[in-house]
């Protein structure tokens, strides 16, 4: 059963930093690229971060959010983490780690990609 955990959401001010992790099991971890997406209340999911499969892939950022957040991966432990600095209170939102198989090209759009996470609340108060 394949199954993504996100962690590392909480509450902070804004300036603040924080590393959200997405762990993973069930899954060849390093057959996937792994995209973090975020949804704002009434607001539709949109792509974060993303970075493509293999021991070093490579990665894409939303405009939005470059120079602020950092993806990297660690395949021997089959986790993701989404460095995130310099936040606003803009970047409050539930984030989503999502995977999809190698077999695929990378895209940001959430719809193709096949395992998803249950999210993790980033809050960012003004």
């Known amino acids: 059963q394949v199954q993504l955990v996100e962690s590392g959401g909480k509450l902070v001010q804004a300036g603040g930093s924080l590393r959200l992790s997405c762990a993973a099991s069930?899954?060849?971890?390093?057959?996937?690229?792994v995209g973090w997406f975020r949804q704002a209340p009434g607001k539709e999911r949109e792509f974060v971060a993303a970075?493509?499969?293999?021991?070093?892939?490579?990665?894409y950022y939303a405009d939005s959010v470059k120079g602020r957040i950092t993806i990297s991966r660690d395949n021997a432990k089959n986790m993701v983490y989404l460095q995130m600095n310099t936040l606003k209170p803009e970047d409050t939102a539930v984030y989503c780690c999502?995977?999809?198989?190698?077999?695929?090209?990378?895209?940001?759009?959430?719809?193709?990609?096949?395992?998803w996470g249950q999210g993790t609340q980033v809050t960012v108060s003004s």
């Open positions: 999502a995977a999809l198989n190698r077999g695929r090209p990378f895209t940001r759009t959430p719809d193709p990609y096949d395992y």
């Open positions: 069930g899954l060849t971890f390093s057959n996937y690229h």
């Open positions: 970075i493509t499969w293999g021991s070093s892939g490579n990665t």
